[in-house]
């Protein structure tokens, strides 16, 4: 467990932030190196060719260790939506297979195979929401001859239900289907591994559990998918692109690894130091200290919200971090209002509440928020 860390961002005392799966507040530290970062473009003359490498290659080394795998098989991606659509791009599916999904699985995580199938004639598979709360087991049911491709986050975002990717993974092995990964909602908050899940492709955006800014993100891209189609040709992925003054050699030879897949513009001045540091932080934290952090108080909040007749998944079956408290009645319309009047800050949706802390969050922000559902539950008796 780590003790309280939010001396490391510019929370305000009256604030109770817990709605990190919505957007992480920046730390102080990435908030500067990325200030500083987007400086550097008053200096131009000081931005020497080398500057547009060494940045992309540090923020590749980081999301590696992160991610568990070697640097060279992580590309440099914009959205989550970038990392999808880059691995629907490459992965074969054709008729009479199908795309497997979940029952509402994120819309960046859906679109692009829904398009998919549609060009190819396959079908999209969508595992239907388990009543026993059991998404590993009803994915492994579903993992049928006809799934090319399972196209899965390791948290549902509606539910806080999470996969159990090593035995998925396995299992995908077993009928030769590839599997893609969004892991934007857990990355950084859930112990994860490449080497031990051995996914095609995963992607994560940076602005959730990575702590790091918007519009940046990592891809996971196998070896064996590495001499694959990109999204977009642009000059730095090409071999040799280091030599500013020979890019008009055209060449077929792309750079080494994942980095074909590089967004254009990937050397983000501004963007990438910003998500470097943060990811630093998270590393020297570590991922399952954080992971138990925030667990800690989602247990408590769990425990205290059931007695005001709220269930979530029981905690087997849900990624600690990330708590979604469903009533059988809806939620009184009172309730965002008196939410904001406090500076409670969760995502209400229909009759589910998700609360999403993290190392920044004191017992005090849980027990702000159990205040103000006490008072909601007053109002609907
Ligand atoms: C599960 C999941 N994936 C991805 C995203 C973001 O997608 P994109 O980066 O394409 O905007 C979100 C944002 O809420 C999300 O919850």
Redesign the pocket.
């Known amino acids: 467990m780590l003790p309280c860390q939010r001396h490391l961002f510019d929370i305000p005392d009256g604030v109770a932030y817990l709605n990190c ?2 957007m992480s507040p920046l730390m102080k530290s990435a908030l500067e190196a990325g200030t500083a970062g987007l400086a550097r473009k008053a200096y131009p003359w000081e931005l020497t060719p080398d500057k547009f490498f060494t940045g992309s290659d540090e923020f590749r080394a980081t999301a590696a260790r992160l991610l568990d795998c070697p640097a060279d098989c992580v590309a440099i991606v ?7 659509a880059t691995a629907a791009r490459n992965l074969p599916v054709k008729k009479g297979q199908s795309v497997l999904v979940l029952a509402e ?5 859906y679109y692009p195979w829904q398009r998919r199938v549609e060009e190819t004639g396959a079908a999209l598979k969508v595992v239907a929401w388990p009543e026993d709360n059991d998404w590993t087991a009803a994915v492994l049911n579903s993992l049928t001859a006809d799934v090319a491709i399972a196209a899965l ?1 390791h ?1 549902q ?1 509606t539910s806080g239900g999470r996969l159990d990717l090593v035995r998925i993974g396995g299992a995908c092995r077993e009928i030769g289907a590839a599997l893609v990964l ?1 892991l ?2 857990s990355l950084g908050a859930l112990p994860f591994s490449v080497r031990d899940v051995q996914p095609d492709f995963a ?3 940076s ?2 559990w990575l702590l790091g800014p918007y519009s940046i ?1 990592l891809l996971y891209v196998a070896p064996k998918w590495q001499e694959g189609v990109p999204l977009e040709e642009n000059w730095i992925q090409r071999a040799n692109a280091e030599d500013f003054s020979s890019l008009i050699l055209y060449t077929d030879d792309y750079d080494a690894g994942a980095r074909r897949f590089d967004m254009g513009e990937r050397s983000n001045f501004a963007l990438l130091p910003a998500a470097v540091r943060a990811m630093k932080q998270i590393l020297e934290w570590n991922v399952a200290e954080i992971s138990e952090t925030a667990g800690a108080l989602n247990r408590q909040l769990a425990a205290a919200a059931a007695e005001l007749g709220f269930s979530s998944p029981p905690d087997h079956l849900r990624a600690p971090h990330y708590l979604c408290l469903r009533r059988a009645t809806s939620i009184p319309r009172e309730l965002p209002e008196m939410l904001a009047r406090e500076k409670v800050f969760v995502s209400v949706r229909g009759s589910s509440i998700r609360v999403a802390p993290h190392v920044y969050n004191s017992a005090t922000d849980g027990e702000r928020l159990i205040a103000c559902l006490k008072q909601m539950a007053n109002l609907s008796r």
């Open positions: 799966a919505y914009p959205s989550a939506s970038y990392g999808i699985q994120f819309p960046s995580n986050p948290v975002w969004d934007t909602q992607v994560a955006a602005y959730k993100g």
